[in-house]
Nanobody, 115 residues
């Protein structure tokens, strides 16, 4: 059974940084594209970053230049470095992949940016 477990969220002030982690199990991690999504209260879930199996990266316009996605295949973990955080980055952040044709999600980790 595939499991995705996020961690690293918290309450930070604007301009600060956080590093989110998503540890996976039950899958051959290195062959899968991994995604980070976020969902703010009252809004739809938004794709913010993607990293393919060969390391190609893509970002939404709203986070490009501030967030960095990376992966460690030895630890079956995907990371999201959040920098220059803004109040509008406040959301629950979710790790995602498509395993055997079906989306798999973690439980999410809350990021709150507030002065």
């Amino acid at each position: 059974q595939v499991q995705l477990v996020e961690s690293g969220g918290g309450l930070v002030q604007p301009g600060m940084s956080l590093r989110l982690s998503c540890r996976t199990s039950g899958m051959n991690f290195k062959i899968y594209t991994m995604n980070w999504y976020r969902q703010a209260p009252g809004k739809e879930r938004e794709l913010v970053a993607t990293i393919t199996s060969d390391g190609a990266k893509n970002y939404s316009d709203s986070v490009n230049g501030r967030f960095t996605i990376s992966r460690d295949n030895a630890w079956s973990t995907v990371f999201l470095q959040l920098s220059s955080l803004k109040p509008e980055d406040t959301a629950r952040y979710y790790c995602n992949t498509r395993y055997r044709g079906r989306p798999s999600w973690g439980q999410g980790t809350q990021v709150t940016v507030s002065a």
